[in-house]
C-alpha cells in the first residue's frame, strides 16, 4: 500500500463548520505536506511541516504532526464553499528515493 | 510569472503513435518530476529528475521515456502509447529535494491524454 493513506476519502460538511482529514504513513520522513486540487486542475502547496515539529499554521489551516504514529491531520476551519476540492498529504522520504509520495487523497465538499 | 507549463493540456490520439508531452518551468528549479494521476489511485510517480542528465525511474516508468538536457524542460514521450496509458498526467518542479531540503513542489495544471 501507499506511503500516505488519507483518511476519510470523502467527506461533506456545511459552510462553516471545520474540516478534519488525516494522513498516515509507513516510514520516516524528512517532512509532510498538504495540496489542494481543484476538480482537472494542479495541485497547489498548502502547508509544509517538517519531522521536528509538531504544529503548524496557516491562515485557517493548522496541520499536526506526530511522528510517533506516523501520522498528520489537517485542519480547516470556518470551511467556506471555495475550499470544496480534494486534499492530499505527501511524504518526503528521509532516506532512498529522492521523492514526494502521495497519498490518495480526501475529496472535500462544503455545502452552502 | 513563476509557472510549470505543460502542453499540451488534452490529446486523443490512437495506440502506438509516438507522443511528447512538454514541460517547461522559468523557476531555475534542480527538480522535475512526472506523475500519472489515476482514479482511486492518486499520484503515481514516473520519473525525476534531479538536475541537468540526471533522471530515474519513479514506481510506474514502463512504457515512458524521459530527458533533461536543459534545465527548464522535462519532457515524458510515450514511443508506443496504449490504452492503459490514458490518465491525466502533471508536470512538477521543485528548488531541490535532498535530505536537507524543505520545498514545496509546484505543479502544471495538466495534461489529460487518451490512447484509443
Known amino acids: 500500500s501507499q506511503q500516505g493513506e488519507e483518511d476519510p476519502q470523502a467527506l461533506s460538511i456545511q459552510e462553516g463548520e471545520n474540516a478534519t482529514m488525516n494522513c498516515s504513513y509507513k516510514t520516516s520522513i524528512n517532512n509532510l505536506q498538504w495540496y489542494r486540487q481543484n476538480s482537472g486542475r494542479g495541485l497547489v502547496h498548502l502547508i509544509l511541516?517538517?519531522?521536528?515539529?509538531r504544529e503548524k499554521h496557516s491562515g485557517r489551516l493548522r496541520v499536526t504532526l506526530d511522528t510517533s504514529k506516523k501520522s498528520s491531520s489537517l485542519l480547516i476551519t470556518a470551511s467556506r464553499a471555495a475550499d470544496t476540492a480534494s486534499y492530499f498529504c505527501?511524504?518526503?522520504?528521509?532516506?532512498?528515493?529522492?521523492?514526494?509520495?502521495f497519498g490518495q487523497g480526501t475529496r472535500l465538499t462544503i455545502n452552502p | 510569472e513563476a509557472q510549470v507549463t505543460q502542453n499540451p493540456r488534452y490529446l486523443i490520439t490512437v495506440t502506438g503513435k509516438k507522443l511528447t508531452v512538454t514541460c517547461s518551468q522559468n523557476?531555475?528549479?534542480?527538480?522535475m518530476s512526472w506523475y500519472r494521476q489515476d482514479p482511486g489511485l492518486g499520484l503515481r510517480q514516473i520519473y525525476y529528475s534531479m538536475n541537468v542528465e540526471v533522471t530515474d525511474k519513479g514506481d510506474v516508468p514502463e512504457g515512458y521515456k524521459v530527458s533533461r538536457k536543459e534545465k527548464r524542460n522535462f519532457p515524458l514521450i510515450l514511443e508506443s502509447p496504449s490504452p492503459n496509458q490514458t490518465s491525466l498526467y502533471f508536470c512538477?518542479?521543485?528548488?531541490?529535494?535532498?535530505?536537507?531540503?524543505?520545498?514545496?513542489?509546484?505543479f502544471g495544471d495538466g495534461t489529460r491524454l487518451s490512447i484509443l
Open positions: 512538477a518542479s521543485s528548488p531541490s529535494l535532498g535530505q536537507g531540503s524543505h520545498q514545496p513542489q509546484h
Open positions: 511541516i517538517r519531522s521536528n515539529e
Open positions: 505527501a511524504t518526503a522520504l528521509l532516506q532512498g528515493a529522492q521523492k514526494l509520495v
Open positions: 523557476m531555475n528549479h534542480e527538480y
